[in-house]
């Protein structure tokens, strides 16, 4: 089993930053591929970003892509997400999740555990 708890949510305004962090703890951190997702109101939980165990490669929702960087620290146990030029429609509920497979994935299927979420709110 991996817990994964986020944390760093909070309200900002457009134009704004937030930085989400998600520690892990359990099994092997490293062991594990890292995805961050989202899901607001009415719609599908949906793909942001995912990075490989070692954190060399990452990639990004055409959405998030250019505003928001995944990282990680494996000595730590935590996976971040940086989040800058925030616009109202990134409301939502932050979600990090953990894939114990060995490739990159965007399917929320693949991911075998899933924090509780972060509530992220942008105000125009």
């Known amino acids: 089993q991996v817990q994964l708890v986020e944390s760093g949510g909070g309200s900002a305004q457009a134009g704004g930053s937030l930085r989400l962090s998600c520690a892990a703890s359990?099994?092997?951190?490293?062991?594990?591929?890292m995805g961050w997702f989202r899901q607001a109101p009415g719609k599908e939980r949906e793909f942001l970003a995912t990075?490989?165990?070692?954190?060399?490669?990452?990639s990004y929702a055409d959405s998030v892509k250019s505003r928001f960087t995944i990282s990680r620290n494996n000595a730590k146990n935590t996976v971040y997400l940086q989040m800058n030029s925030l616009k109202p429609e990134d409301t939502a509920v932050y979600y990090c999740?953990?894939?114990?497979?060995?490739?990159?994935?965007?399917?929320?299927?693949?991911?075998?555990?899933w924090g509780q979420g972060t509530q992220v709110t942008v105000s125009s």
């Open positions: 999740a953990a894939d114990s497979g060995p490739y990159n994935s965007r399917r929320l299927p693949q991911y075998d555990y």
């Open positions: 359990g099994r092997t951190f490293s062991n594990y591929v």
């Open positions: 990075i490989s165990r070692g954190g060399s490669s990452t």
